[in-house]
């Protein structure tokens, strides 16, 4: 039975992750049990997405915005912090310019951005 569900996952498309699911997977009905497995077909291939695009952005350091210190930093009325952390410039076609002093933040600001992107599945 095993060495069926992986050949038509193979078949379909599917990951050998999908096939070990199913055979350890349980639930109360056929239809719990076949969304279960679904959802975490899903949620593995979200996170190997992401991986993949962090990978192929190449960041020499992973930083995010999670500790980052915006108090001394002078947004334009036009946009937020808010707006920055989630990207809403990036829908807007707008670009970011990011300027300052030595050690201001600016480098980690632009791999904040450019992980949040890969996050959200932007190129």
């Known amino acids: 039975m095993k060495e069926q569900i992986y050949a038509c996952c193979k078949e379909l498309r599917l990951s050998t992750t999908f096939a070990e699911n199913a055979m350890s997977m349980s639930g109360d009905t056929p239809q719990e049990y076949l969304l ?13 997405r992401k991986k993949l695009h ?3 952005a190449g960041f020499d350091n992973l930083k995010t915005f999670e500790g980052y210190d915006f108090d001394h930093i002078v947004i334009p009325n036009t946009t937020s912090i808010d707006g920055i952390k989630t990207l809403d410039f990036m829908s807007r ?10 050690g201001a933040g600016k ?3 632009a791999t904040a951005i450019g992980v949040e992107a890969c996050i959200q599945r932007k190129r």
Do not use: C, F, P
């Open 93 to 102: 076609n707008e670009n970011l310019i990011l300027y300052g002093r030595n």
């Open 54 to 56: 962090l990978k192929q």
């Open 36 to 48: 279960k497995v679904l959802e975490a077909e899903i949620d593995y291939r979200n996170t190997k």
């Open 107 to 109: 480098s980690h600001m």
